[in-house]
């Protein structure tokens, strides 16, 4: 069974460029998630889709930044403009269910530089 | 609000040497609790889980209990082999309305020499 994929792995631009990061969960999970990681420090939770809907979006940092999961199935994450600030390392993850103890997988990570 | 705090690295340590890494949790209600570990150019892998309180959760040689009584779960293996040599991550699921998002510590670097 495939795991979660993100691409691209890397992604160098320009500050106030565009960029669109993209996420497939493993198949039959409903519940996509997008975190990210900034200069080393936690790993902070960005949103939560659960099928196509937004759960939870508490963690997205202003509205530079758009996630969508259209059909329920891959999901994106734009950013745009980007700030050098939003350089870090974006995680992807799906989970079955998303109550508390089910397991969420992580895909790889993007990894983005903002120059 | 809920948060994670665990010890900071790195950890060096020499090949078959005891390792812990601490970590303790702020939560309201009754989390799960989980160990991830990021190797050198990879994602992030489960390592072990606890659900309740007394749980303990173990996988490939590591180990951690969850002690309600000292929101911790630290994590501890007897014997440390080089390919241990990683970043770990203790988290803490927490929400409402039934659906839950992780909440990360700062990562323990551990690098474990021959």
């Known amino acids: ?115 | 609000g809920d948060s994670v705090t665990q010890m900071e690295g790195p950890v060096t340590l020499s090949e078959e040497a005891f390792l812990t890494i601490n970590c303790t949790y702020t939560a309201t209600g009754y989390p799960s609790l989980f160990w991830y570990v990021q190797y050198p150019g990879e994602g992030l892998q489960l390592l072990l889980k606890a659900t309740k309180a007394d749980d303990k959760g173990s996988n490939k040689g590591f180990e951690a209990t969850y002690r309600k009584e000292t929101t911790s779960f630290h994590l501890e293996k007897g014997s440390v082999q080089v390919s241990d040599s990683a970043v770990y991550f203790c988290a803490l699921s927490a929400g409402t309305g039934g659906y839950n998002k992780l909440i990360f510590g700062a990562g323990t670097r551990l690098a474990v020499h021959p």
């Open chain 1, 1 to 115: 069974e495939a795991g979660v994929t993100q691409f691209p792995s890397h992604s160098v631009i320009e500050k106030g460029q565009t960029v669109t990061l993209r996420c497939d969960p493993i198949s039959g999970h409903d519940n996509l998630y997008w975190y990210r990681r900034v200069m080393g420090k936690e790993i902070k939770f960005l949103l939560h889709f659960v099928k196509e809907s937004k759960q939870d979006e508490s963690g997205m940092p202003n509205n530079r930044f758009l996630a969508e999961r259209t059909g329920g199935t891959y999901s994106t994450l734009k950013v745009q403009p980007a700030e050098l600030e939003d350089s870090g390392v974006y995680f992807c993850a799906s989970s079955l269910q998303g109550f508390s103890a089910d397991t969420q997988y992580f895909g790889p990570g993007t990894r983005l530089t903002v120059l």
